[in-house]
Structure formats: C-alpha cells, structure tokens
Nanobody
Framework: QVQLVESGGGLVQPGGSLRLSCAVS????????MGWYRQAPGKDRQLVAT??????VYADSVKGRFNISSDDAKNTVYLQMNSLKPEDTAVYYC????????????????WGKGTLVTVSS
C-alpha cells in the first residue's frame, strides 16, 4: 500500500528555519508531481510548492523563503523553510501524483497525514 510519510514539523521562533521531509513508502512506478500544501486554522488548504521534472511552483507568500527539492533515488521530497513568520503556522500536507501498480497501472493522488508547523515566540 502506498503512503506518504511526513516528518520535520515543530515549534520554531519567527525568523527561524525548519525542514520538512516526505517519503513515498510502498511500490510505485513513477512520480508525476509532488508538493506541499498547508492549512491554517479556519482556512482552506492552500498550495505551498510543487515540483515535477523541470518545473517548480511556489505560492507568492513563500517565494524567496522556501525551497522545494527532491531526491528521486529515495522517492523523497523536501521543503526547506527559512525566515519563518507567524502566518506560516499551519498543518503542512505532502501531496503526490504517483503511478502505482494495479490493473494496467494507473495514476493516483495521495496525501500525507500532515505535520504541524508552529511559528511563535
């Protein structure tokens, strides 16, 4: 069974840094897009950053502060978050569009369970 396993959340002071990781567990054939979304209390889930071969997209609110990268050999995506602000406080969810084994193989969307990032002094 394919799962996305996140790690790296926690409490950090404003201006600090955190690194989130998301690893694909289980058997897959290939990765289409992976990325991070976040959901702050009382708000909708929003895009943070996505990565696919040759293309990276960032939300305007994190450009210049966050960096998404991937290790294809480990089927892992990272989110390096710098210069964190209180408004970055949210549950961060990993997302993946993966080609998985099945009848003929198929593309499916997966979400991690989320990891809480709290930016506070």
């Amino acid at each position: 069974q394919v799962q996305l396993v996140e790690s790296g959340g926690g409490l950090v002071q404003p201006g600090g840094s955190l690194r989130l990781s998301c690893a694909v567990s289980g058997t897959i054939f290939s990765i289409g897009v992976m990325g991070w979304y976040r959901q702050a209390p009382g708000k909708d889930r929003q895009l943070v950053a996505t990565i696919t071969s040759g293309n990276i997209v960032y939300a305007d609110s994190v450009k210049g502060r966050f960096n998404i990268s991937s290790d294809d050999a480990k089927n892992t995506v990272y989110l390096q978050m710098n210069s964190l602000k209180p408004e970055d406080t949210a549950v961060y969810y990993c997302y993946g569009n993966l080609r998985v084994p099945g009848v003929g193989a198929y593309w499916a969307q997966y979400w991690g369970k989320g990891t809480l990032v709290t930016v506070s002094s």
